[in-house]
């Protein structure tokens, strides 16, 4: 309807970000808004390799997502990370990182953020995001066909059976072939095979 608020709004520059992430064994999911309304809403299935990674790491993997996601509307803005994992907040003065969570480290000093605690229960739309599974494609086989190296031997017996009286007046039903009309000459071709106009004749 013209009359109702769209869904998602669209966002100022000048005001700050929200952002919500949420991470399952299944996908990553995120949700930007500000002044209280939904800008973007994002989500994806873990890759193969990332399904191996720990919990923290799954909860850092969906902030990094949402970030570079949303750098066109977050770089040199403030913004706020709320994630349902409590370490997170810490991250920042953790010392024992791994080379994965070192590199997203890197990334995260490029922006103006904070991380936040929000409860899981209270963190719904994103957690949905997450466990939301995409369906599996269809997988088409492809159908193979194999052509015969007597071919042209099989089209050859076909083509002299078919020119046979007995099969021509059997295939002329009702006097549809006008014997009044001069035929087009059929051509042999190097195979012995006949062609019509330079085609195969079946």
Same mark, same amino acid.
């Given at each position: 309807?013209?009359?109702?608020? /769209?869904?998602?709004?669209?966002?100022?520059?000048?005001?700050? +970000?929200?952002?919500?992430?949420?991470?399952?064994?299944?996908?990553?999911?995120?949700?930007?808004?500000?002044?209280?309304k939904?800008?973007?809403?994002?989500?994806?299935?873990l890759?193969v390799?990332?399904?191996?990674?720990?919990?923290?790491d799954?909860?850092?993997?969906?902030?990094? +997502?949402?970030?570079?996601?949303?750098?066109?509307?977050?770089?040199?803005?403030?913004?706020?990370? +709320?994630?349902?994992?409590?370490?997170?907040?810490?991250?920042?003065?953790?010392?024992?990182?791994?080379?994965?969570?070192?590199?997203?480290?890197?990334?995260?000093?490029?922006?103006?953020?904070?991380?936040r605690?929000?409860?899981?229960?209270?963190?719904?739309?994103?957690?949905?995001?997450?466990?939301?599974?995409?369906?599996?494609?269809?997988?088409v086989?492809?159908?193979?066909?194999?052509?015969?190296?007597?071919? /042209?031997?099989?089209?050859?017996?076909?083509?002299?059976?078919?020119?046979?009286?007995?099969?021509?007046?059997?295939?002329?039903?009702?006097?549809?072939?006008?014997?009044?009309?001069?035929?087009?000459?059929?051509?042999?071709?190097?195979?012995?095979?006949?062609?019509?106009?330079?085609?195969?004749?079946?």
């Amino acid at each position: 309807k013209l009359c109702s608020a /769209p869904i998602l709004a669209l966002p100022e520059r000048s005001e700050d +970000f929200v952002v919500y992430c949420d991470a399952s064994h299944k996908g990553l999911g995120s949700m930007l808004m500000q002044r209280e309304k939904v800008i973007a809403y994002a989500s994806r299935q873990l890759k193969v390799h990332e399904r191996n990674y720990t919990t923290h790491d799954l909860e850092l993997g969906s902030v990094v +997502f949402a970030l570079k996601l949303w750098r066109h509307y977050l770089y040199g803005t403030r913004c706020t990370v +709320f994630t349902n994992h409590k370490s997170l907040q810490h991250i920042l003065d953790q010392k024992d990182l791994n080379m994965r969570q070192q590199r997203w480290l890197e990334l995260l000093s490029d922006y103006d953020c904070d991380i936040r605690y929000h409860p899981g229960k209270a963190n719904i739309v994103t957690d949905a995001l997450s466990h939301k599974e995409r369906d599996v494609p269809l997988r088409v086989r492809a159908l193979v066909m194999t052509i015969s190296l007597d071919l /042209p031997k099989q089209i050859l017996a076909a083509q002299i059976e078919a020119l046979k009286p007995d099969n021509l007046e059997k295939e002329d039903i009702g006097g549809m072939i006008r014997t009044d009309i001069p035929k087009e000459r059929l051509e042999p071709r190097a195979d012995g095979t006949l062609c019509l106009n330079g085609r195969s004749w079946l």
